[in-house]
């Protein structure tokens, strides 16, 4: 059964994982500027992918589960979204060259599950595993004045993120919160110091 989010139309599958609130959150409040490269990480279905690509010049979606790449590419052809491509990668693995935007909505519980679909919530003991994966190898992948943006919950202890992002070089801006359910969403913006 489709969700339909926006504009878009957003096929879903049971390997893959389902877009939920965090997926909605992020995807309605990212920042993309006219004309930004953007990667995003662990794309799932595409949808912060799609979201981003309104505005961007080209969109390079990635995945571990190539279940997800293959459902992101079929969600980009029926949303008529040229500027968008999706490869098969471990986080950064099978990328090359350089954004403007690098998008993430991780893995955050804090369960140690394995498998290609598991990989979509299960971050580790702490839950921070895929996140501090992620912004250690940000900067290289970023243009001048480039920026991740990543989301994160109340699950995973703010303020210890907050200053593990200061101590690999970031400067830090909340762009959103919101409390669902048992959790409080962030979505912040990191660019180097």
């Known amino acids: 059964m489709p969700i339909y989010f ?5 096929e879903t599958r049971e390997d893959v994982y389902t877009p939920a609130e965090d997926s909605f959150f992020m995807a309605k409040n990212i920042k993309v500027g006219a004309g930004n490269a953007v990667l995003d990480l662990g794309t799932g279905c595409g949808i912060q992918a799609l979201s981003a690509s309104s505005k ?3 969109v390079l979606g990635v995945d571990v589960n190539p279940h997800a790449v293959e459902l992101a590419r079929y969600n980009a052809n029926l949303n008529r979204k ?3 491509q999706f490869r098969e990668s ?3 693995n099978e990328v090359s ?3 403007d935007t690098i998008l ?4 955050y519980l804090p369960v140690d599950e394995v498998g290609p679909l598991a990989a979509a919530w299960s971050g580790g003991g702490d839950g921070v595993e895929a996140i501090k994966k992620t912004v250690t190898q940000a900067k290289k992948y970023l243009k001048p004045q480039g920026s991740v943006q990543i989301l994160a919950s109340s699950m995973n202890h703010f303020q210890e993120l907050e200053n593990y992002f200061q101590s690999q070089g970031f400067r830090i801006e909340e762009l959103f919160e919101s409390k669902i359910f ?3 969403l962030r979505l912040y913006r990191l660019t180097p110091k």
């Open 90 to 92: 471990d986080l950064f």
């Open 97 to 99: 060259g350089k954004y």
């Open 182 to 184: 048992f959790e409080t």
């Open 6 to 10: 926006k504009d878009l139309i957003i």
């Open 56 to 58: 961007a010049s080209h």
């Open 82 to 84: 040229d500027n968008t």
């Open 104 to 107: 993430f909505n991780p893995p």
